[in-house]
């Protein structure tokens, strides 16, 4: 098992930043992706970027040229930089794990809400 805690979630103006981080711990060894989805009111859960062990990314198309996604392999951490919010970004964001054996962790997600 791997249990996730993520932090940095807030209020933020349009066209402000944030840092989402998450921290992993358990069965570490065991995780080949990490990454965020996020959920905004009456939507599906939608990805927003991920990447693997060996530091590959992928990113969802709303996001791609504002967000960046990074890792800390000693650290068992991922985070999620946000630049040049929009209205449009406001949804709670949920940290994952993908393990090598294909099972997935989920955190207990955080509400970035991006509004005047």
Known sequence: QVQLVES?????????SLRLSCAA?????SINVMGWF???PGKQRELVANINRSGITNYGDSVKGRFTISRDNDKNMVYLQMNSLKSEDTAVYYCYVLRFGGQDSWGQGTQVTVSS
């Open 8 to 16: 940095g979630g807030g209020l933020v103006q349009p066209g402000g």
């Open 25 to 29: 711990s358990g069965s570490i060894f």
């Open 38 to 40: 996020r959920q905004a």
